[in-house]
T-cell receptor
């Protein structure tokens, strides 16, 4: 039969605006979270991380917020630039000794000039 | 030079052929991983290795095998490639302490 392609969630913003990308995670025992950026034709690159004993962490133009009550993670990008256009993935590390990361499906951010 | 290097970057092959994707790293990390990326499905873990003598299956290991030849080298093999193994494959490394992954540039495999 005909297959239906799976589409990434997308976010389109104007250059200079702030962007907020959201992620819901599934494992209440996860103790570490990372946001990755993947540009077209490249491998994912680390942006920022946060441990479960924190609810906010700031980097350069980026902020990650963690709400453990509702198992929600967000990435805020200030003054979004065309170079921020990419797919953004959240990843969670389950509590325990194996330190394996589980990735979300990603959000495509498009920045319009 | 890239810290995590994958070869080949692109490969087209036919159903039934044996394919090997190679990964080498200069980061000195003990842990290495192979992920598969498909549109709309994100990254899924195929195999991982926490040191040279430790190999573990990930969530989608069927149809794949791996070899950890040295701390710096981790190869992924498809013994008999099939079309639904067409995907973008990533090798990654991590430090024990944090679990943060460092990715290679990817190997795009097409099975006809």
């Amino acid at each position: 039969g005909e297959s239906v392609g799976l589409h990434l969630p997308t976010l389109s913003v104007q250059e200079g605006d702030n962007s907020i990308i959201n992620c819901a995670y599934s494992n209440s025992a996860s103790d570490y979270f990372i946001w990755y950026k993947q540009e077209s034709g490249k491998g994912p690159q680390f942006i920022i991380d946060i441990r479960s004993n924190m609810d906010k962490r700031q980097g350069q133009r980026v902020t990650v917020l963690l709400n453990k009550t509702v198992k929600h993670l967000s990435l805020q990008i200030a003054a979004t630039q065309p170079g921020d256009s990419a797919v953004y993935f959240c990843a969670e590390r389950g509590g325990g000794s194996n330190y394996k990361l589980t990735f979300g499906k990603g959000t495509l951010l498009t920045v319009n000039p | 030079d890239a810290d995590v290097t994958q070869t080949p970057r692109n490969r087209i092959t036919k159903t039934g052929k044996r394919i090997m994707l190679e990964c080498s790293q200069t980061k000195g990390h003990d842990r290495m991983y192979w992920y598969r990326q498909d549109p709309g499905l994100g990254l899924r873990l195929i195999y991982y290795s926490f040191d040279v003598k430790d190999i573990n299956k990930g969530e989608i290991s069927d149809g794949y095998s791996v070899s950890r030849q040295a701390q710096a080298k981790f190869s992924l093999s498809l013994e008999s490639a099939i079309p639904n193994q067409t995907a973008l494959y990533f090798c990654a490394t991590s430090r024990v302490e944090t679990g943060e992954l460092f990715f290679g540039e990817g190997s795009r495999l097409t099975v006809l």
